[in-house]
């Protein structure tokens, strides 16, 4: 997580980020929504937002009635959050790379937004999420589809480095995180002691045809993101 955090220390990229993911098709009409329709009802749940940004799925999940942690390893993310979300989401500066600053079987469901991407090894986060969950406890986490990124890696098969440059968020920013082929996707939640209850290619929303009509028309048919929905062990 480190070099997403890095990255999102710029206080006026992190400021741009949470004005443009707000509004966006590919975050507001697509990844969100979908999030949303899989976690279903929430209330009286105990959340975790692992990777919360600026608060956006925060926000969603205290208006629906849980009770949400939040944590992102980017203080200028952290701050962002809190002054978003005030007395109604505990927001935890820490490091997804780190162990987690919850206890055992504390937390009904964790919701893993758009972040593990940012990094190299799911291993540690995933045993780590395990340990905080319920027994019976859901994991639903979003991240790059494989599909997304294969033509930028000599190998579909490994973990590789993926450089992209993102615009609209003033000067242009250079990104890095990871492509990571299908297979090691479920190999690393089957290893961390995960069942996988479904993975999902989600559409996107009318709204998106109205916010960004060309990305609406290729994430039709192209996946972009994919969701990934697991379960703890029930122990």
């Known amino acids: 997580m480190s070099g997403s955090s890095r990255l999102y220390d710029d206080p006026e990229l992190a400021a741009a980020y949470a004005r443009v993911s707000a509004t966006n098709a590919a975050n507001a009409a697509y990844e969100r929504p979908a999030v949303h329709a899989l ?6 749940l105990d959340v975790l937002d692992a990777g919360c940004a600026a608060g956006e ?7 629906h009635g849980a009770r949400v942690v939040a944590l992102d390893a980017s203080e200028a993310m952290v701050r962002l959050a809190r002054e978003r979300l005030g007395e109604l989401v505990r927001v935890l500066h820490a ?12 937390v009904d469901v964790v919701l893993s937004s758009l972040t593990l991407h940012y990094l190299e090894d799911w291993c540690a986060p995933l045993r780590e999420f395990a340990r905080v969950l319920r027994p019976g406890g859901r994991l639903v986490l979003s991240t790059h589809h494989p599909f997304m990124t294969a033509g930028d890696v000599d190998d579909y098969h490994a973990v590789r480095l993926v450089e992209e440059t993102w615009r609209g968020f003033g000067a242009p920013v250079l990104v890095t995180f990871y492509h990571r082929p299908l297979h090691r996707i479920v190999a690393d939640l089957l290893a961390a002691g995960f069942t996988l209850r479904g993975m999902h290619e989600p559409q996107p929303t009318a709204e998106a ?8 028309a290729r994430f039709r048919t192209e996946p972009g993101f ?7 062990a029930r122990r």
């Open 39 to 44: 976690l279903g009802d929430v209330r009286d």
């Open 95 to 106: 490091d997804l790379t780190q162990p987690l600053p919850l206890e055992d079987r504390s």
């Open 57 to 63: 799925h925060s926000a969603w999940l205290a208006q």
């Open 209 to 216: 045809d109205v916010r960004d009509p060309k990305l609406a």
């Open 226 to 232: 994919l969701i990934v929905d697991a379960e703890s």
